[in-house]
């Protein structure tokens, strides 16, 4: 890794029956994410995506990227911006900003986007994560 350089993208189709999936394994029925009827009433005139459910995609990211060392040393710093609707394709990006050596370990710090294809920042933040500079 080098300053500057992109990470991987993670495009995906959000559909109803993820959103639907993502309540069942949360436990988190709200009816502004399953009950269509109700959603069309709302602020958002449809139901929207779990905000967690779209951020998985940072960790999905990072952990494509960094393996083990992002799942036993990571750290996410997020802000939702912007509501994603089933239909909707989001584009998670991430690009290395610094790299610091504190301790003999290495810490990259990479800032990290989920962007609907209308090019809206639905997420925005910050992804740390710390190597071990002898295992790299």
Same mark, same amino acid.
């Given at each position: 890794?080098?300053?500057?350089?992109?990470l991987?993208?993670?495009?995906?189709?959000?559909?109803?029956?993820?959103?639907? %999936? #993502? *309540?069942?394994? =949360?436990?988190d029925?709200?009816? @502004?994410?399953?009950?269509? %009827? #109700? *959603?069309?009433? =709302?602020?958002?005139?449809?139901? @929207?995506?779990?905000?967690?459910?779209? *951020?998985?995609?940072?960790?999905?990211?990072?952990?494509?990227?960094?393996k083990?060392?992002?799942?036993?040393?990571?750290r996410?710093?997020?802000?939702?911006?912007?509501?994603?609707f089933?239909?909707?394709?989001?584009?998670?990006?991430?690009?290395?900003?610094n790299?610091?050596?504190?301790?003999?370990?290495?810490?990259i710090n990479c800032?990290?986007?989920?962007?609907?294809?209308?090019?809206?920042?639905?997420?925005s933040?910050?992804?740390?994560?710390?190597?071990?500079?002898?295992?790299?």
């Amino acid at each position: 890794m080098i300053k500057g350089e992109y990470l991987p993208t993670i495009e995906k189709v959000i559909t109803q029956l993820m959103i639907n %999936q #993502y *309540a069942e394994a =949360s436990g988190d029925f709200n009816p @502004i994410h399953v009950d269509e %009827q #109700y *959603a069309r009433k =709302s602020r958002f005139g449809s139901t @929207i995506a779990h905000g967690m459910m779209i *951020a998985a995609s940072i960790s999905e990211l990072m952990t494509m990227t960094f393996k083990q060392d992002w799942l036993n040393r990571g750290r996410l710093k997020i802000r939702f911006r912007a509501p994603v609707f089933p239909g909707d394709t989001v584009t998670t990006v991430g690009q290395v900003r610094n790299i610091n050596l504190l301790n003999n370990k290495k810490i990259i710090n990479c800032s990290i986007e989920v962007r609907r294809q209308t090019n809206e920042v639905a997420i925005s933040g910050e992804a740390t994560v710390t190597l071990n500079e002898k295992e790299k």
